[in-house]
């Protein structure tokens, strides 16, 4: 278990723009990394199933590896392509165990979306679709059919959210920390619970990053997801190591 510490709202933000300082300090090696992971995601999305699952076991041991890479940058060595894989020499069970875990709660909460939205829309829709085809049940569907529709969406996000709060910092705790998934989680979620103002100003500065990475062809993403790692990085030094939480921008 980690001490957790409370932030100023503000960090939210500045998490991206310091996240900034980490890419610009290694953006080659950052840019060759993101290029790799594209390489790999679009890999394994030939395989239907299979690659799914793999992506979602693999990401958080890759995660490991580039917040190991941030570590370096932070402490003036640079990073590097090989720490890209660096969570396949240490940490590989327990970063995978993460996977397996966020897959099975995202399973889950997708089964129950499925559940409810087949007993509140779903019979009836069908019936219009055998009746008339995809588009024409569309066209039929009613205002209580969209109220419940939009209904189990927002249950789903109920239930995500803390799931992606439990995980985010799970990596970052593995293996820096060098806790097993299970503290890990907890801590992760604790520390994202006590700092609920910070993380809402730092949804909303990502949510902005990712309409402007999206616009010239999504190129901006080869800067916006070295960005959001350095980012997890500097969020986890505020919580819950805040003794060597200098930055970049502050040594410089």
Known sequence: MVNVNVVPASRGAAW???GFEYFRLSAGPWIGSAVILLVI???LGMLPIAGMLLT???TPVFIGGLLLGCRDIGDGKGLKINHLFAGFSQYTGNLVLLGVLYTLGSVMIF????????LTVGLEFI?????GGAESALQELSLEHIRNMLLVILTGLFFY??????FWFAPALTVLEE???????KDSFSGCMKNIMAFLIYGFVGLVLSFIATLPLMLGWFILMPMTIASVYLAYLDIYNPDNAITIVQES
């Open 127 to 131: 019936n219009l679709i055998a009746q």
């Open 161 to 166: 959210v803390p799931l992606l709060m439990a």
């Open 56 to 58: 979602q076991l693999l």
């Open 179 to 185: 806790m097993g998934p299970v503290d890990a989680i």
């Open 16 to 18: 991206f723009s310091e």
């Open 111 to 118: 089964i129950f979306m499925v559940i409810v939205l087949f």
């Open 41 to 43: 995601n679009i890999t």
